[in-house]
């Protein structure tokens, strides 16, 4: 099957956050399965630096009428070595700051045309007007990024195109636009609608993807059905709920190629996955050491490696801190996001440097170390469309602390009695997202922290938990399959 993979952040190229690891790692995961998989990126300077073997393949002209034209560059990714395509125009994509934003985290103010531009080229290079020989039957798009592309194919209306895939990896973010960008971006009024990609007088990029695409995915099951209601579904509840027979749940994997501790070039103790009790205490004492944390085993060890918003429940992090504290636990986190919440953690850090330490920034490295060095993963989400740090955890022998929502429900089991004694429990869940619930939960993994043996028997349940991409990417093929059969 040929599979045309649009996305707008692709790891190792450019990353975010988790959009960028399934991009990364999907489709690998198909080629491995036996796929014909491109990967359609925008040529962000960095993307472009780091891909390998680039060659420019075609002309797109100016579509958009951006004044520059856009050129198709053929590649490689990065460790998988699947093939590439990154549309070059540096007019769009050569930007200062991050994919989105600027350096001040601002929106670019052209992002309608930034990726309206992603969408476009995918939609063409999925039909008989495209410079390259090579058509997708498949064309599968992610995110609000690339929300455009199924509806530029039904614009188009062609004889022939191909079948279309839209996954939301978070339907949060809608890329809504003012109305007049309708026509800017070549597409009819017509469809400007309530059954169109009209959402309260602006234009939605995520919502043209979910009514123009021939299925939707998202990234749990859980998730799957928590959109359908309010307010998980973010005002999409009631398309989604009217598209259900076309909407599927499939739960994200792990890349243990770059996230598995025997292999990680980021640790300076590598340790085998069965063998957390060494590995992990090595790496706990080079990190407490390094942060300025008290030097001590026995001191619980919490990490966080996250966007810092409500969202992910980082409000609640800052409210049981109290807690935190008063049981001799101890807290490292990395992250950035909203100033006020990036402030609260790094005045707790200040007020208990030997407790609490902050980092405010993006890095790769710091986030595998922590894995390896910490006890527990704190993600108290809010909503977690299906969250893939958790699944890091597991592997390095870090006991997930959890908010029973999307991927975490599906994915984390907690620790009861029961739990504990048939070996199944992986974590600790709490029900209600509030201050008291995750206190208590944090409580109870401390609690159990301090019992090793019951402790032990929660990391190797994890530690044994598979989560590669291959069960996954297979329900993609099947999913894929039913559609181009159909
Ligand atoms: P989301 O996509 O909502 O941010 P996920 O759990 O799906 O959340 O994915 C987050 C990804 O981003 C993980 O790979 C995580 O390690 C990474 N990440 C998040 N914040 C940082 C950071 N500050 N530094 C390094 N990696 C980070």
Redesign the pocket.
């Known amino acids: 099957m040929r599979v045309l993979f649009a996305s707008s952040e692709v790891y190792p190229l450019v990353?975010?956050?988790?959009?960028?690891?399934v991009s990364g790692a999907l489709p690998a995961a198909l080629a491995q399965a036996g796929q014909d998989v491109r990967v359609l990126l925008p040529g962000y300077s960095e993307a472009l630096t780091k891909a390998e073997g680039k060659r420019q393949i075609a002309s797109l002209g100016d579509p958009l009428g951006v004044g520059a034209e856009a050129k198709l560059i053929s590649a490689k990714l990065p460790g998988s070595g699947v093939p590439l395509w990154l549309i070059d125009c540096p007019a769009l994509y050569d930007r200062k700051g991050g994919p989105y934003q600027d350096e001040d985290g601002s929106e670019y103010t052209d992002n309608h045309l930034r990726f309206g531009l992603l969408s476009w080229a995918a939609a063409h290079l999925s039909t008989a007007g495209s410079p390259i020989k090579w058509r997708p039957e498949v064309l599968h798009c992610h995110d609000w990024q690339t929300g455009l592309a199924p509806a530029y194919l039904q614009a188009w209306d062609l004889a022939e195109r191909p079948k279309t895939v839209f996954t939301i990896?978070?339907i949060a973010y809608q890329g809504l636009f003012p109305a007049e960008t309708v026509s800017r971006l070549g597409l009819p009024w017509d469809m400007y609608q309530m059954a169109g990609f009209e959402y309260y007088d602006s234009l939605s990029f995520l919502k043209a993807g979910l009514v123009y695409s021939d299925r939707v995915t998202t990234v749990s099951p859980r998730y799957a059905k928590e959109i359908q209601a309010a307010p998980h579904g973010c005002g999409l509840e009631g398309l989604l709920a009217e598209r259900a027979a076309d909407l599927t749940g499939i739960i994200?994997g792990a890349d243990y190629a770059v996230w598995d501790p025997s292999v990680d070039t980021n640790l300076t103790h590598r340790y085998k996955p069965a063998d957390f009790i060494t590995g992990k205490a090595a790496n706990k004492a080079e990190l407490q050491a390094e942060l300025g944390l008290a030097q001590d085993p026995d001191a619980p060890l919490l990490i966080i490696?996250?966007?810092l918003n409500d969202l992910?429940g980082m409000d609640l992090v800052l409210a049981v801190m109290p807690a935190i504290l008063r049981q001799g636990a101890q807290l490292a986190v990395?992250?950035?996001g909203d100033k006020a919440l990036e402030d609260g953690f790094k005045a707790v850090a200040d007020a208990n440097p030997t407790q609490v330490a902050v980092k405010i920034?993006?890095?790769?490295t710091?986030?595998h170390r922590l894995m390896a060095a910490g006890d527990m993963l704190v993600m108290p989400s809010r909503f977690?469309?299906?969250?893939?740090?958790q699944f890091?955890a597991f592997r390095y022998g870090t006991v997930p602390v959890v908010h029973v929502t999307g991927g975490l429900a599906d994915t984390v089991v907690d620790t009861t009695y029961d739990g504990l004694m048939t070996g199944t429990a992986t974590g600790f869940a709490f029900e209600h997202a509030n201050a008291g619930a995750f206190q208590w939960t944090v409580e109870r993994a401390v609690a159990m922290f301090r019992q090793k043996d019951q402790w032990r028997k929660v990391q190797t349940a994890g530690v044994y938990q598979d989560f590669g991409w291959d069960r996954s990417a297979n329900r993609y093929v099947q999913l894929y399959n039913g559609l181009t059969a159909s």
Do not use: F, I, M, Q
């Open positions: 990353k975010t956050g988790g959009l960028a690891d990896h978070n994200n490696v996250s966007r992910k990395l992250g950035t920034g993006y890095s790769e710091l986030a977690e469309p299906c969250g893939l740090t890091y």
